[in-house]
């Protein structure tokens, strides 16, 4: 049942820091807005959150000297999982950060640039955030306070980083693979029913043809 739900709540974080990628790519183009920022705001808060809660349950995992060794090497694959998600969610927050800090919202100093994207934004964070109708009230601030907010946050994911380097010794290179490349990404297990409550963002759209036909 552990290594279930530790599977479970390692693929919400996964799943959220992955929207949280795809939301950061539209900043500074022309899709970029308010409401991407705050959509930005909330998807890293639940990133954070869900980053909580699994260091919380496999460090008492890892610290059980009670499991079997088979377990023991599920929890560290799991753990090296985690700490690589982590690891790609301060870099996301970081060019947040930077990006953010070239292409105010209020006050704009520079024109945003042509990424090719398009359209909004809410509906890849909804996906992610279980959030049907995502509103957003009007912060003239955004700038500048959710900016300093960031950069705590930056600083807090970091040190707690740090302390799981401390607290848990697992070294990645010992570590086992047990499934194919790829398999996490095919992975049954649903989690739209656990108290997660975060959904696949991974569904897959049909394609268009160069002649504009669909694939």
Known sequence: MGKDECKTMLDALNKVTACYRHLVIALGSTSDSQNLREELKKTRKKAQELAVANRTKLT??????????????????????????????????????????????????????QTGMTGSTTTVAARAMSVQNMKYEADANI????????ETEIAQVDQMMEEMEMKVQ??????????????????????????????????????????????
């Not at 060794?69 to 060019?95: G, H, I, N, P, Q």
């Open 60 to 113: 008492a995992l890892l610290k059980d000297k009670s499991i079997s060794k088979d377990d023991r090497a599920e929890y560290e694959r799991l753990w090296v999982l985690f700490t690589s998600s982590m690891e790609l969610l301060e870099v996301d927050m970081k060019r947040s950060l930077e990006i953010g800090q070239d292409f105010p919202l209020k006050v704009p100093t520079r024109h945003l640039i």
């Open 143 to 150: 700038d500048t306070v959710d900016l300093k907010e960031l």
């Open 170 to 215: 697992v070294a990645p290179w010992a570590v086992e693979a047990k499934q194919e490349a790829g398999a996490e990404l095919k992975s049954t297990v649903s989690v739209g029913n656990s108290s997660v409550g975060v959904i696949s963002i991974c569904e897959e759209e049909p394609k268009e043809t160069v002649d504009g036909e669909t694939g």
